[in-house]
T-cell receptor, first 113, second 112 residues
Framework: AQSVTQLDSQVPVFEEAPVELRCNYS??????LFWYVQYPNQGLQLLLK??????LVKGINGFEAEFNKSQTSFHLRKPSVHISDTAEYFC???????????FGPGTRLSVLP | DAGVIQSPRHEVTEMGQEVTLRCKPI?????LFWYRQTMMRGLELLIY????????DSGMPEDRFSAKMPNASFSTLKIQPSEPRDSAVYFC??????????FGDGTRLSIL
């Protein structure tokens, strides 16, 4: 069965520093990959997605992610974070032509002044 | 664009009572999803609809839970009877594609 792992449950980082949130998946079939952000007391927002093509995907709010098939990873990065980026970030994987979709456990990013 | 609208935002009720959560998806979206979020289990897909038809309800915990989508602009998730372990944040999401894209702000449900 396919699964998603986010190894870091919490990531504290200082404002204007770079950040990388890790996501690994296990799958024996082709997958599509997603990152979502959840701000406090709100629903999730889609940040970016990888369906095919270029392995470097750019999303909203200055985030980007790189699909690495050999390492089965889809890490999220931002070169300089802001206080407003404090939120929970979820990686997700879809397979079987959209029939199956699962979220990872989430990583709480805390941006410190 | 109003986005996905959920009501109520908060619900506190006693165990045994019937609870109804409501969702208005974004117009034109063919897919509607119901998720439950808890600290212990994270985000769980309960059920999703395509063109008002339930496609996968394997995540519905038990017979106490039911969901309907009588038309393209409205869906309900009902719990009867409710139990304390049902306490969670319930999210509705809609999308033009088979992965959830637009989430509502959720209903925070507390069963006493």
């Amino acid at each position: 069965a396919q699964s998603v792992t986010q190894l870091d449950s919490q990531v504290p980082v200082f404002e204007e520093a770079p950040v990388e949130l890790r996501c690994n998946y296990s799958s024996s079939v082709s997958v599509y990959l997603f990152w979502y952000v959840q701000y406090p007391n709100q629903g999730l927002q889609l940040l970016l997605k990888y369906l095919s093509g270029s392995t470097l995907v750019k999303g909203i709010n200055g985030f980007e992610a790189e699909f690495n098939k050999s390492q089965t990873s889809f890490h999220l990065r931002k070169p300089s974070v802001h206080i407003s980026d404090t939120a929970e970030y979820f990686c997700a994987v879809m397979w079987n032509y959209g029939q199956n979709f699962v979220f990872g456990p989430g990583t709480r990013l805390s941006v410190l002044p | 664009d109003a986005g996905v609208i959920q009501s109520p935002r908060h619900e506190v009720t006693e165990m045994g009572q019937e609870v109804t959560l409501r969702c208005k998806p974004i117009s034109g979206h063919d897919y509607l999803f119901w998720y439950r979020q808890t600290m212990m289990r994270g985000l769980e897909l309960l059920i999703y609809f395509n063109n008002n038809v339930p496609i996968d309800d394997s995540g519905m915990p038990e017979d106490r839970f039911s969901a309907k989508m009588p038309n393209a602009s409205f869906s309900t998730l009902k719990i009867q009877p409710s139990e304390p372990r049902d306490s969670a944040v319930y999210f509705c999401a809609s999308s033009p594609q088979s992965q959830p894209q637009h989430f509502g702000d959720g209903t925070r449900l507390s069963i006493l």
